[in-house]
């Protein structure tokens, strides 16, 4: 008997016990520019074609403060939270928008249900 089909028989009271169930997951913004971030979309794929729903969480701070540098915006903090006046606060929404942006485009090219999946 091959290997994946013993692997399979393993693995499928774990797929029934989490189907219909959903996950949240936390992506942080260094993760998403990781060279592994696409083995990352796969597995998100995988288990949404497993019938796990998915609630997906990113982080933006390595973009925000690249942007912030981009501008010449010094950025201000206290306690480690940043302070966030109205420049700052463009920046903000520019990185975070782009990261959602890349993030949608990265899923949507590895649903096998979709016109893009595999054209990368």
Known sequence: MPEYVNWLRHASPYINA??????????PGDGVAHPNFGNIVHDLVLLHSLGVRLVLVHGSRPQIESRLAQRGITPRYHRDMRITDTETLECVIDAVGQLRISIEARLSMDMAASPMQGSR
């Open 18 to 27: 989490h189907r219909d169930c959903t996950f949240v997951v936390m992506l």
